[in-house]
């Protein structure tokens, strides 16, 4: 028999052998390279709803990704929390596009001065349309809107030129942005604060080509300020929660995960020091296991779970094999003192359930027509 190109290639080039005999739970995409993460490498991780499963972890087994923007001290530790401080690096909140993180470093530096930068619901809220619900309820006078967001940009700028690592999951490609000035919005207008108006809003959506500009003028910016920084691209495997086009919203998440997916593999191929983690094939495919829960949208704690020990696997050469696990972790955090086993089981019950609430603009768009429309999206199991 002659000899073939795919004749003595590694296990994972075939199908039969890399994913046909891959036991649940045990699938493992990813072929390299890795950049080793140790206790003393500045993380910083951005992106859609997904990507605060990646900071929490990287905190629970002893990797704390950089915080520049810390709560004052007089908040309590619940107070932070609701106000979602230490959810990422800095209060930016979700970054659903490649055109958005752009746009925060162009902000933040200075570059970029939208003309619809505040946002008034009634006389004494103030919401900011790029971060519409990081402060519930909004906040209470301009001169607080200002001085906060001044500190932001401030921790925006010094989390980019510390960082050693920056890990961004892409989410969407859909996008509402402004006619005036092509400033995007996180979520459209109108729903979690503005109002939206056909003359001042347009919706787009982006595709391989714009999402590929993108990210690789963020890269540029980034490198001008910090040439030693490294990136980690992933893409949520969450569908959409709605689309903006006139088709089903299964085929507009099929079309967004296509783009962003095949964006990726353009800029690990073409820019240095630039991998991407399959996040997306673990728990979106199917072929790993049942990870998305009855909703068919929420990745489920197993599924998460998954992710995580594959990139520990890969990116953690050092953790211990027990600190790869979610649950073990939770477990272990919150064991009772005593060996209450009845104690620990709702324990643990409660911190799973925490571990795994986060917060989600996007849910807001499903919001039932009577529901109260406020600054604040709850937190949602995604």
Same mark, same amino acid.
């Given at each position: 028999m002659?000899?073939h ?8 080039a075939y ?5 046909g005999s891959?036991p ?6 990813f072929t390299?390279?890795?950049f080793?993460i140790g206790?003393?490498t ?7 709803c997904?990507a605060q499963?990646?900071g929490?972890y990287l905190n629970?087994?002893g ?11 007089i908040?309590t ?7 979602n401080y230490g959810v990422?690096?800095a209060r ?7 055109r958005?993180?752009?746009?925060l470093?162009?902000?933040?530096y *200075? &570059? $970029? ?5 505040i946002?008034r619901?009634g006389?004494? %809220?103030?919401?900011? /349309?790029f ?9 209470n006078s301009?001169l607080?809107?200002?001085?906060d967001?001044?500190?932001?940009f401030?921790a925006?700028r010094?989390?980019f030129?510390?960082l050693?690592?920056?890990i961004?999951?892409l989410?969407?490609?859909e996008?509402w942005?402004?006619r ?5 919005f996180?979520?459209?207008p109108?729903?979690s604060?503005g109002?939206?108006?056909?003359e001042r ?6 595709g391989?080509n ?9 890269i *540029? &910016? $980034?490198r001008?300020?910090n ?5 980690i691209?992933? %893409?949520?495997p969450? /569908?959409?929660?709605?689309t903006a086009?006139?088709?089903?919203v299964l085929?507009s ?5 296509s783009?962003?997916r095949?964006a ?5 191929n ?8 399959p996040?997306?094939e673990i ?5 790993a ?7 068919r ?11 995580m020990r594959v990139?520990a696997r890969?990116f953690l050469p ?5 600190d790869r696990s979610l649950?073990?972790?939770? &477990?272990?955090?919150f ?5 209450d086993?009845?104690g620990a089981r709702?324990l643990?019950a ?7 609430q986060i917060m989600?603009?996007?849910e807001?768009l499903?919001r039932?027509?009577d529901a109260?429309?406020s ?8």
């Open positions: 002659a000899d190109p795919y004749q003595g290639r590694a296990d994972y199908w039969r052998r890399a994913v891959a649940d739970g045990d699938l493992d995409p390299g390279p890795a080793p206790k003393r500045r993380v910083v991780a951005a992106g859609s997904f499963h990646i929490r629970a087994v990797r704390p990704c950089l915080v520049t923007e810390p709560p004052h001290p908040l530790a619940q107070a932070a929390h609701l106000t990422y690096a930016y909140g979700n970054i659903y596009t490649a958005q993180l752009l746009q470093f162009d902000r933040a *200075g &570059r $970029l001065h939208p003309e619809e930068d946002w619901d006389d004494r %809220v103030f919401i900011d /349309p971060r519409p619900n990081i402060q519930p309820d909004g906040f301009e607080e809107f200002t001085i967001r001044q500190r932001h401030q925006v010094e989390a030129e510390r050693d690592i920056f961004f999951t989410g969407l490609t996008a942005r402004s005036r000035d092509g400033a995007v996180p979520v459209c109108g729903v604060g109002q939206f108006s056909p809003h347009e919706f787009v959506n982006f391989v714009d999402v590929v500009a993108d990210l690789r003028a963020f *540029g &910016r $980034l001008d300020v040439r030693t920084a490294r990136v691209l992933t %893409v949520s969450v /569908p959409l929660a709605a086009e006139d088709r089903h085929v998440t099929m079309y967004s995960k783009v962003l095949v990726c593999d353009v800029l690990v073409s820019v240095n020091d630039v991998v991407y983690f996040a997306y728990v979106a495919s199917g072929h296991g049942r990870y998305f829960a009855a909703d949208r929420s990745a489920t704690p197993d599924g998460v779970a998954h992710v990139f890969h050092d953790a211990a094999d027990e649950g073990g972790l939770v &477990r272990r955090a064991r009772p003192a005593g060996g086993a009845a709702t643990q409660e911190a799973m359930q925490e571990v795994f989600c603009d996007e807001a499903d039932p027509f109260p429309v600054a604040e999206t709850p937190r949602q199991p995604e």
